[in-house]
């Protein structure tokens, strides 16, 4: 089993900057799949990114190639979110998750999340 605690959101203006942290427990975390999704007020819960194991494949959303960039490090059991040029329709709670395998990028795929730590992105 693993718990994920996120960490890093915050408040940053339009076109600013900021790195999520997931910090995971459980020994089998460097095998599992993680991923990045978010919520805004109102709506479903939406893919973001993700990362395979080995940090060798990851998977975006569109909305956010080129300006997200997803990365990992197992020594440390984290997973890190990096996120530029930020609009303020991305203002939701990103939650971090994890999967033994990765099925793909729906919620229903991954089995594992974190609480969420809000980014609020102000125009």
């Known amino acids: 089993q693993v718990q994920l605690v996120e960490s890093g959101g915050g408040l940053v203006q339009a076109g600013g900057s900021l790195r999520l942290s997931c910090a995971a427990s459980?020994?089998?975390?460097?095998?599992?799949?993680m991923a990045w999704f978010r919520q805004a007020p109102g709506k479903e819960r939406e893919f973001v990114a993700a990362?395979?194991?080995?940090?060798?494949?990851?998977s975006y959303a569109d909305s956010v190639k080129g300006r997200f960039a997803i990365s990992r490090d197992n020594a440390k059991n984290t997973v890190y979110l990096q996120m530029m040029s930020l609009k303020p329709e991305e203002t939701a709670v990103y939650y971090c998750?994890?999967?033994?395998?990765?099925?793909?990028?729906?919620?229903?795929?991954?089995?594992?999340w974190g609480q969420g730590t809000q980014v609020t992105v102000s125009s």
């Open positions: 459980g020994r089998a975390f460097s095998t599992y799949a």
């Open positions: 990362i395979s194991w080995s940090g060798g494949f990851t």
């Open positions: 998750a994890a999967d033994p395998s990765f099925r793909g990028t729906t919620v229903r795929e991954f089995e594992y």
